[in-house]
């Protein structure tokens, strides 16, 4: 779709609302007044007005509430024919787009009381650097491992899919590789620099996870990335692919490093969890777990990492299937670039950037943090 230029017709009102200046209701409009906004995310429901996600709140657009046809219709535009229908089968659908003036995004349609809605994220149009990341310089090491597992892990909207997209940018920038990555759906497209990147989609280039990684390996890759190490199957494969001689990234949905290792070993039957251990423990480079907070001066939000470094301490403790032990590594590992998480929300809230309540809220070991 080619868009007219029209973002001036938007703004920010007092109450932090955002202002549509009687224009007629589009996608592209909304869109448009999205990006304005900084909005990482759109939601189109029935019986209520579009409303953004901005820095992590919900704020509604200044418009009339979407009826069931209005919100079945603007569905329907993200869509092409063959998505439709297959919303139409499934009644879901998660895929990406890329609308002229508006950049790409990924659309996740479902039904809702038999109305059909979405939610729309907003991929960055430009991939920003580590420090307006927040990322600390272990996370640019990482990407320089010739082989081994990365694991970027947290809950949802913690910015793991930007972090990602940071990590393959820098392989990109600097080294003569050939990247291939498996997303659910493409959200950043990474042209040739120095790397070749080969992007494949989940439903769109490929089956399934597990089936692509195992495909992959043939493709003479240097770095695989993973958008969601789901099942056993993709960890398994993964951990194998890691273990000879490819650098593998991947995402979990696991709060901190400890649980992320159990997380993995759980998946596996009981017969095959040592196995499992012993893969880890050799393959395993770092842990990169990660928080997106709201800022105590309301301008957005800051990232709290939690990093384990696989060093023979770690290694041991996860081969020994001791992965409780593991916080206390990172405590007393601060010189290597290690950090537990509540040790990265104690140094946010002593230079002021999140409130207590925020700290506290989202601290592991509370007892640790000193109000003052």
Known sequence: MKLSPTSSQFAVDASSRIVQDGASMSIERILQAARKAGASD???????????????????????????????RLVRELLSEVQWAAFERDWEVCVSTNLQGIGRMRVSAYRHSGSAEAAIRLAHLEIPSSSQLGLPPVVDELTRRSAGLVLITGPTGAGKTTT????????????????????????YVHGAKKAIVVQQELHTDVTSYARALRHVLRQDPNVIVIGELRDLETIETALQAAETGHLVIGTLHTPWADHTVERIVSVFPAEKQNLILAQLAGSLQGILAQLLLPRADRKG????????????????????????????????????GMRPMDVSLHDLYKDGTITWDVAMSHARNPGIFKKS
């Open 301 to 336: 939000r800051v990232l709290s990492m939690e990093v384990l470094l696989a060093n023979n301490a770690v290694r041991n403790l996860i081969r020994e299937g001791n992965p409780h032990m593991l916080a206390s590594v990172m405590q007393t590992s601060g010189r290597e």
């Open 164 to 187: 990602l997209n940071y990590m393959v940018d820098l392989i990109n920038r600097e080294q003569r590789v050939k990247v291939v990555t498996i997303e659910d759906p493409v959200e």
């Open 42 to 72: 759109v939601h189109l429901i029935a019986g209520l007005p579009p409303a953004f996600r901005v820095n992590g709140e919900i704020i509604p657009m200044a418009a009339d509430v979407l009826t069931r046809d209005d919100a079945a």
